[in-house]
């Protein structure tokens, strides 16, 4: 009985002792709720007298980025908040208004300590009088040219116009947009209120003029108290500031090349020098930079003037060309359109310095193991190849070293590059009409991944026209309404109350296959 006795003490011993892995349990994954009968005020108070605000909740809870998240409508300068423990205390340092709704917007800044757990877009609401005001507007806030959702849009609601921002002006209703550009007002008293919108792009609820984008809507709104799925919520559209042309860097690269960067995109820009020839590329598209050459590098320091019709006047600069910030004393070139050569297309050479002289006694241009002759022309640092029979079957280029000479007096090495053109049947292509009711002037741009494929100006309301050799994949198109007539998209003006020109994108994508042909009509009402 005795032995029995150890036994059976051993074992339990044994059994004690034994290691096993700790289960955490089932994960906590529901954020903090509101004990409503434990705060105070209560979650929809009115006849609220009291300048603190204890707010109860179910567990220990912390607040993330307030300066973000936290907000109050109709706003209140001196607040102050805190977690404690499980409560939340609002600290109000100054007079309420009589009769007012108050909502306190917390965003994500309520979470759990456990887990992190994040209570989204609670809100807190009490009035100083005898009801809760029940009024909303809910709206959408776009990009004006991409029409595309703005991070940090910040909307203000004014009870009056106002012509300038400042961060004396407080709004009388302030929100954020979601990321879907979609906003929404609550609580709202029952009144006309004037809308703006604008890209807080530091989160200091005040409108930076040189650098945000900014919206509004010329008519007041109007709040509401019942939802009507037969009217559609107003669009807000934000748009950049209007920019003066200027020249904000200029760069001198070995061995005469001159880089001019500017603080916006435009097509109508030219450079001259009295003192120098300059060889400058012609520009397709409209750009933020324009290159040139100095045919003489002797000189130490250029004098140039810079035209354009969005400049008030010239404007000269000097550059010193006796320090390049880089040495580039090779002669190169990028066959930019190779991968890519359409049908009676020539094969274009983009060479790093402009072209001097050509020696075709060194260049060979071969179909099938047979010379073909050489047509091309160069202008500047462009060479175009034109390809015979009509770029049909496959060809090697070859060109020995001093076929190409630049204005530097540098040379080509050996190259030798393998062309195959791709077939008419390797395209699509695209016949549209689009018509613009109340727009005799109209920009049309087919577009595919946001780059312009091509583009067409319409004078006369209807615009009928093909865009041939497509790549499959998806296409759109763009119409801008251009109505000062200048041939580009125009931003807003906030101060002049200016909307920007209506940019408007086909309702789908288009989609070209190899060798199909699709046909497009756009009436734009």
């Not at 992190?116 to 806030?141: C, M, P, Q, R, W």
């Not at 008519?219 to 904000?248: A, G, H, M, Q, R």
């Amino acid at each position: 009985m005795k032995d029995v006795l150890k036994i059976a003490v051993v074992f339990l011993f044994w059994s004690c002792a034994q290691q096993a892995p700790l289960t955490g349990g089932i994960k906590d994954t529901i954020p903090p709720e509101i004990i409503n009968f434990k705060s105070y005020p209560k979650n929809l108070s009115t006849n609220f007298q009291s300048n603190n605000i204890r707010i109860e909740f179910d567990e220990y809870i912390k607040l993330k980025n307030t300066s973000k998240n936290f907000f109050v409508n109709p706003p209140i300068e001196n607040v102050a908040i805190k977690a404690a423990n499980k409560s939340i205390l609002i600290t109000i340092n100054e007079e309420l208004k009589a009769q007012t709704t108050y909502t306190f917007n917390f965003g994500s800044a309520i979470e759990d300590i456990t887990e992190g757990n994040v209570l989204e877009d609670f809100k807190y609401v009490v009035s100083t009088g005898n009801y809760i005001d029940s009024n909303f507007f809910d709206g959408f806030a776009f990009d004006a040219f991409s029409k595309k959702p703005i991070e940090n849009t910040k909307i203000f609601l004014f009870e009056n116009l106002i012509d300038t921002f400042s961060k004396q002006i407080l709004p009388n209703y302030l929100s954020s947009a979601k990321e879907d550009g979609s906003f929404s007002l609550k609580n709202l008293t029952n009144q006309p209120f004037y809308l703006v919108a604008f890209e807080d792009e530091n989160d200091n609820n005040s409108f930076d003029y040189k650098t945000e984008k900014i919206g509004f809507l010329k008519e007041n709104i109007y709040p509401i108290n019942k939802k009507d799925s037969t009217v559609k919520p107003p669009t807000v559209l934000l748009f950049s500031p209007e920019k003066k042309l200027k020249l904000i860097d200029k760069k001198y690269l070995y061995p005469g090349k001159v880089l001019l960067l500017f603080n916006k995109k435009t097509a109508s820009v030219s450079v001259t020098s009295a003192e120098k020839k300059l060889i400058v590329v012609n520009r397709e598209y409209p750009s933020d930079s324009l290159e040139f050459w100095i045919d003489s590098i002797s000189s130490k320091i250029l004098n140039a003037t810079i035209s354009s019709d969005f400049l008030d006047s010239a404007k000269t600069f000097s550059i010193t060309t006796s320090n390049p910030e880089k040495t580039d004393s090779t002669f190169t070139f990028r066959a930019k359109n190779l991968s890519n050569l359409k049908p009676k297309e020539p094969l274009r050479l983009h060479f790093n310095h402009p072209i001097s002289t050509i020696d075709t006694s060194k260049i060979t241009l071969l179909k099938d193991s047979i010379a073909q002759p050489i047509n091309f022309s160069f202008s500047a640092n462009l060479f175009s190849l034109f390809l015979p029979n009509g770029n049909t079957g496959t060809y090697n280029f070859d060109a020995l070293p001093g076929a190409f000479n630049s204005i530097y007096g540098f040379t080509n090495d050996s190259t030798t590059i393998s062309i195959q053109p791709k077939k008419s049947s390797d395209y699509g292509s695209i016949y549209f009409s689009v018509s613009v009711e109340d727009s005799t002037n109209f920009i049309c741009q087919v577009i595919k991944k946001n780059k312009v494929v091509k583009a067409f100006y319409c004078s006369n309301g209807l615009l009928k026209d093909t865009v041939q050799m497509c790549l499959p994949g998806n296409y759109n198109i763009r119409v801008i309404k251009d109505s000062d007539k200048d041939g580009a998209f125009s931003t807003g003006n906030f101060l002049q109350k200016k909307l920007a020109e209506q940019v408007l994108y086909y309702n789908q994508p288009i989609e070209i296959k190899a060798g199909w042909d699709v046909e497009i009509n756009w009436k734009i009402k």
